[in-house]
């Protein structure tokens, strides 16, 4: 089974981080959410409170098929300031394995130099951080490996691109259509 995990810090946003769990889950994917703060709970930009699956320290990131990161403020801020995380996304590009980030969150990935020479997007006016990315005009992008998103209107897409990425179009068309969103 592929494990995802999705990495939630204080200031997160709920929309991102809740709607793609969500939606992964409905398509059968095994999403785990990660706290980062040193405490299952987790409260979000807009004063939602989340219990997260687990801690960082005890996930066993050779499991992940994917990390997924939510934007929001400051929640993105918290995870860029998170030198183990940056570390372990670094690992996992190397390894060819998947990253998707979302919001403000695509930032990071531009920051670590994830970006350089792929499509990608972010939430306007955070594009001087996408460094050497080729900046898409569309709000849901995939280049090989990374998928990134504009922000919280999108999450939905956000989430059923990375149910395709890892199922396939028919399952990602399924959990569409049930969600009525096709």
């Given at each position: 089974?592929k494990?995802?995990?999705?990495?939630?810090?204080?200031?997160?946003?709920?929309?991102?981080?809740?709607?793609?769990?969500?939606i992964l889950?409905?398509?059968?994917?095994e999403?785990k959410s990660?706290?980062?703060?040193?405490d299952?709970?987790?409260?979000?930009?807009?004063?939602?409170?989340?219990?997260?699956?687990?801690?960082?320290?005890?996930?066993?990131?050779?499991?992940?098929e994917?990390?997924v990161?939510?934007?929001?403020m400051?929640?993105?801020?918290?995870?860029?300031?998170?030198e183990g995380?940056?570390?372990?996304?670094?690992?996992?590009?190397?390894?060819?394995k998947?990253l998707?980030?979302?919001?403000?969150?695509p930032?990071?990935?531009?920051?670590?130099?994830?970006?350089?020479?792929?499509?990608?997007?972010c939430y306007?006016?955070?594009?001087m951080?996408?460094?050497?990315?080729?900046?898409?005009?569309?709000?849901?992008?995939?280049?090989?490996?990374?998928?990134t998103?504009?922000?919280?209107?999108?999450a939905?897409?956000?989430?059923?691109?990375?149910?395709?990425h890892f199922?396939?179009?028919e399952k990602?068309?399924e959990?569409?259509?049930?969600?009525?969103?096709?």
């Amino acid at each position: 089974m592929k494990c995802i995990y999705l990495f939630l810090a204080p200031g997160f946003e709920e929309i991102e981080a809740i709607a793609t769990i969500d939606i992964l889950r409905r398509a059968g994917l095994e999403v785990k959410s990660v706290s980062i703060s040193g405490d299952l709970k987790v409260t979000g930009a807009h004063g939602i409170s989340v219990e997260a699956d687990c801690l960082y320290p005890e996930i066993n990131f050779e499991d992940a098929e994917m990390l997924v990161l939510p934007g929001g403020m400051p929640g993105t801020k918290n995870l860029n300031v998170n030198e183990g995380l940056k570390a372990a996304l670094m690992q996992h590009a190397k390894a060819g394995k998947a990253l998707a980030a979302i919001c403000a969150a695509p930032m990071i990935l531009g920051q670590l130099g994830l970006l350089d020479g792929k499509e990608a997007t972010c939430y306007p006016g955070f594009e001087m951080h996408l460094k050497g990315a080729i900046l898409s005009e569309y709000m849901v992008v995939q280049d090989g490996n990374i998928i990134t998103a504009s922000g919280p209107g999108v999450a939905a897409e956000f989430a059923l691109q990375i149910v395709e990425h890892f199922e396939g179009e028919e399952k990602m068309e399924e959990v569409s259509k049930g969600l009525l969103l096709s």
